[in-house]
T-cell receptor, first 115, second 113 residues
Framework: KAGVTQTPRYLIKTRGQQVTLSCSPI?????VSWYQQTPGQGLQFLFE???????NKGNFPGRFSGRQFSNSRSEMNVSTLELGDSALYLC??????????????FGEGSRLTVL | GESVGLHLPTLSVQEGDNSIINCAYS??????FIWYKQESGKGPQFIID?????DKRQGQRVTVLLNKTVKHLSLQIAATQPGDSAVYFC????????????FGKGTHLIIQP
């Protein structure tokens, strides 16, 4: 069974640009979560989607947004990029219907560098 | 705000010894705890979880202990191997579910030959 797939793996953008990251969850998983990982702040929760609905949201500005499609694939978008947005963006899928149970399966992440 | 934290950023152990990685949490509403392992260049990988109605859970070579009185969580790895070298994160989830998992900063486990 294929794991969580994230694209692109690496990308470089400049300040003010926007970026879209994609995540394909494990087949059959309907919950997709996004996390930002930086050396200073560690892993921080961005948002979680289940059946195309945003179910939970972390404490990030409105420049960070996401969506989920009917096939459970998810995208996240960051607009008006800032230097501090440079990070590893991790997507995780969950087989459980409840947001607070079960094992999260993480992808290998999309490493964003903002210049 | 309340968060999950780890006591040590780095832990060095001899191959074959047992490793103990500690984590303190402050959210008394936390009811679910997970340990993840992250190897260089990879995403976090689930190791073991425990619910607040338990104080111990064992897996293959790993044991998680939960002390709710002092809000302390630990991961014990038996007979540490070179492949155990990674950054280990504890994470918790409160019953409200609004914030996803809260991760600690991580402990880098270094295995010495």
């Amino acid at each position: 069974k294929a794991g969580v797939t994230q694209t692109p793996r690496y990308l470089i953008k400049t300040r003010g640009q926007q970026v879209t990251l994609s995540c394909s969850p494990i087949s059959g998983h309907r919950s997709v979560s996004w996390y930002q990982q930086t050396p200073g702040q560690g892993l921080q929760f961005l948002f979680e989607y289940f059946s195309e609905t945003q179910r939970n949201k972390g404490n990030f500005p409105g420049r960070f947004s996401g969506r989920q499609f009917s096939n459970s694939r998810s995208e996240m978008n960051v607009s008006t990029l800032e230097l501090g947005d440079s990070a590893l963006y991790l997507c995780a899928s969950n087989a459980q219907a409840s947001a607070n149970t079960g094992e999260l399966f993480f992808g290998e992440g999309s490493r964003l560098t903002v210049l | 705000g309340e968060s999950v934290g780890l006591h040590l950023p780095t832990l060095s152990v001899q191959e074959g010894d047992n490793s103990i990685i500690n984590c303190a949490y402050s959210n008394s509403a936390s009811d679910y705890f997970i340990w993840y392992k992250q190897e260089s260049g990879k995403g976090p990988q689930f190791i073991i979880d425990i619910r607040s109605n338990m104080d111990k859970r064992q897996g293959q070579r790993v044991t998680v202990l939960l002390n709710k009185t002092v809000k302390h969580l630990s991961l014990q790895i038996a007979a540490t191997q070179p492949g155990d070298s990674a950054v280990y994160f504890c994470a918790d989830h409160s019953g409200g579910g609004a914030d996803g998992l809260t991760f600690g900063k991580g402990t880098h486990l270094i295995i010495q030959p």
